[in-house]
Nanobody, 124 residues
């Protein structure tokens, strides 16, 4: 059974950093593009970042996080990461890891495997 499990969320002050991890099992990890999404209270789930399966050299970022967040993957560990720097209160949300076959993308409807999420809270 395919599973994605997020970890690394928590409470941090504005300007601080967190690194989220997503551990995958039950799939050929290197053949899946991976993405991070987030959902704040009262908001729709939105795209954050994505990385390709073909060597992890293609990246997409939402404009709101570009220059502050970095997505990466370690295929040997079946793990994808989201390094979050210069955090802002508006980054507060539940962060979800997701997977889709082959090509990286921004569209939430293209992802068919989801984790349960990890809470990130940024205080001012």
């Amino acid at each position: 059974q395919v599973q994605l499990v997020e970890s690394g969320g928590g409470l941090v002050q504005a300007g601080g950093s967190l690194r989220l991890s997503c551990a995958a099992s039950g799939l050929t990890f290197s053949r899946y593009a991976m993405g991070w999404f987030r959902q704040a209270p009262g908001k729709e789930r939105e795209f954050v970042a994505a990385i390709s399966w073909s060597g992890g050299t293609t990246y997409y970022y939402a404009d709101s996080v570009k220059g502050r967040f970095t997505i990466s993957r370690d295929n040997a560990k079946n793990t994808v990461y989201l390094q979050m720097n210069s955090l802002k209160p508006e980054d507060t949300a539940v962060y979800y890891c997701a997977a889709k076959p082959f090509a990286a993308g921004r569209d939430i409807s293209d992802y068919d495997i989801w984790g349960q999420g990890t809470q990130v809270t940024v205080s001012s």
